[in-house]
């Protein structure tokens, strides 16, 4: 059974960063896209930023200039840098990567940026 598991959220001021997270076992890592999401109570799931397996990157245009997405395939781990948070990036951060169709998800990490 593939398991993503999400660490680095926290409680953050307005202005400040944190580094999460995504340690990725049973699946061969390298050649899988990753992508980070977001949710909030209330809205659908949004997805923030994908990393292919060659590295290119994509970004959700309110993340743009301020996170930004990595993976260390010797460590199985995709992060999210993210820098210059607002209070609105507050939400559940969840990794999330497809096999043969099939959607695999983690259980998030909070986020909360205080103002």
């Known amino acids: 059974q593939v398991q993503l598991v999400e660490s680095g959220g926290g409680l953050v001021q307005a202005g400040g960063s944190l580094r999460l997270s995504c340690a990725a076992s049973?699946?061969?890592?390298?050649?899988?896209?990753m992508d980070w999401y977001r949710q909030t109570p209330g809205k659908q799931r949004e997805l923030v930023a994908t990393?292919?397996?060659?590295?290119?990157?994509n970004y959700a245009d309110y993340v743009k200039g301020r996170f930004t997405i990595s993976r260390d395939n010797a460590k199985n781990t995709a992060y999210l840098q993210m820098n210059s948070l607002k209070p609105e990036d507050t939400a559940v951060y969840l990794c999330?990567?497809?096999?043969?169709?099939?959607?695999?998800w983690g259980r998030g990490t909070q986020v909360t940026v205080s103002s």
């Open positions: 999330h990567t497809s096999i043969m169709s099939q959607n695999y």
């Open positions: 049973r699946i061969i890592f390298g050649s899988r896209t």
């Open positions: 990393i292919s397996s060659s590295g290119s990157t």
